[in-house]
């Protein structure tokens, strides 16, 4: 089975700063997908990044970026310039992705709840 | 493009009854997957269903099930409702079974009493 986990129940960044949210996960597949999922006070869960495991660039969506080491099964996000809006959980989640037992669902971990200070 | 629906958004059943939530996947999408969140638990999968039939299931007890429609609409139902049931269930889509992306409803929250 999938596991992922998060560590930092809860972080903290001024504004304008950078965080970086930590991530590993345990899999015996070699073909999956991890993402980052934004969860606001709203509950509607927000794709923020995902990630191939096949690729070695790390995936970047504007101020978000991943640290993706495979061989350490380790997947974090780092938030650049933050604003008051990414103040929210986020989650961590793999997907597999080779018809296996975790085709097609996600595994999250616990969540790390981040604020925001202006 | 209008996002997943999932209705109602509240809900509050008494121990014992059963209940029936649905979800309304984007439009084109033939995917659908339901999460339950708790406090305690997290995010845990339910099942999946991908052109009208049952594709993966999570560990839940056989009180939680589904079912597709043939326009990719869902539902779940939970039947003699516990307590322990009190939970966010969100529904997620996606364009076919194991496409990269799920896009997720905003969830309805259900309260047992």
């Known amino acids: 089975a999938q596991t992922v986990t998060q560590s930092q129940p809860e972080m903290s960044v001024q504004e304008a700063e950078t965080v970086t949210l930590s991530c590993t996960y345990d899999t015996s597949e070699s073909d999956y997908y991890l993402f980052w999922y934004k969860q606001p006070p709203s509950r509607q869960m927000i794709l923020v990044i995902r990630?191939?495991?096949?690729?070695?660039q790390n995936a970047t969506e504007n101020r978000f970026s991943v640290n993706f080491q495979k061989a350490a099964k380790s997947f974090s996000l780092k938030i650049s310039d933050s604003q008051l809006g990414d103040a929210a959980m986020y989650f961590c989640a793999y997907r597999g992705n080779a018809g296996g037992t975790s085709y097609g669902k996600l595994t999250f971990g616990q969540g790390t709840i981040l604020t925001v200070h202006p | 493009k209008a996002g997943v629906t999932q209705t109602p958004r509240y809900l509050i059943k008494t121990r014992g009854q059963q209940v029936t939530l649905s979800c309304s996947p984007i439009?084109?999408?033939?995917?659908v997957s339901w999460y339950q969140q708790t406090p305690g638990q997290g995010l845990q999968f339910l099942f999946e269903?991908?052109?009208?039939?049952?594709?993966n299931k999570g560990n839940f007890p056989g009180r939680f099930s589904g079912r597709q429609f043939s326009n990719s609409r869902s539902e779940m139902n939970v039947s003699t409702l516990e307590l322990g049931d009190s939970a966010l269930y969100l529904c997620a889509s996606s364009s076919v079974q194991g496409a990269p992306e799920a896009f997720f409803g905003q969830g309805t929250r259900l309260t047992v009493v």
């Open positions: 269903y991908f052109s009208e039939t049952q594709r």
């Open positions: 990630q191939e495991a096949y690729k070695q």
């Open positions: 439009s084109g999408h033939r995917s």
